[in-house]
């Protein structure tokens, strides 16, 4: 039981975190670095990855619907919920895959995560506008993913990295990436 406590508390609290990550990054556009539309950072994308080596899939998947849902109805904006979800479902189901590589770091399986967000998301565009059009622009979002991705990888990397050095007594010890 305690296990399933401290595990549905934590994915509560990483659900909070990527919720706030979310809002954040909003308040500072990307524009002003990469003058892009549609262009993000995807900071919430650092607790995705956490979640998925940490607590595993099923856990790291529950906290990206609920991240989803939670931001689109704070935002009140189906347009939104749509581009979250198949850019998000994507994004895990190819970080789940790559998770399984042998010798794959978290900076490859985050940099694919990225790659199939953005892929998720113009897949979005075209379900919308209901036109092939947007595909013309995934080259250029695949590009930047390796940079988001990478950014997302390392950020990861370094918690994990800090979480190896405080020795909290009663953590369970994290799963090998």
């Known amino acids: ?14 659900t909070a975190l990527a919720l706030a990550l979310s809002y954040l990054e909003n308040l500072f556009p990307a524009a002003l670095l990469l003058p ?13 990855v956490f979640a998925l080596y940490y607590l595993g899939a099923v856990p790291a998947l529950s906290i990206l619907t609920a991240r989803c ?4 109805m704070f935002v009140g904006n189906f347009s939104a919920l749509l581009f979250s979800l198949f850019g998000g479902f994507l994004a895990m189901g190819v970080m789940i895959l790559f998770h399984r590589v042998r010798g794959l770091s ?17 897949a979005a565009a075209m379900v919308t506008l209901g ?17 988001t991705g990478a950014l997302t990888g390392l950020i990861a990397a370094l918690l994990f990295s800090a979480m190896d050095k405080i020795q909290t007594r009663g953590v369970p010890p994290r799963p090998a990436p």
């Open 106 to 122: 978290i900076y490859g399986v985050s940099i694919a995560g990225a790659a199939g967000h953005n892929t998720g998301q113009v």
């Open 1 to 14: 039981m305690k296990n399933n406590v401290h595990q549905l508390t934590l994915c509560a609290i990483l």
């Open 131 to 147: 036109s092939a059009a947007p595909l013309a622009y995934l080259p250029v979002l695949l590009i930047v993913s390796l940079f």
């Open 69 to 72: 849902l939670l931001g689109a």
């Open 36 to 48: 892009l539309p549609g262009v993000k950072l995807g900071l919430a994308n650092i607790v995705t």
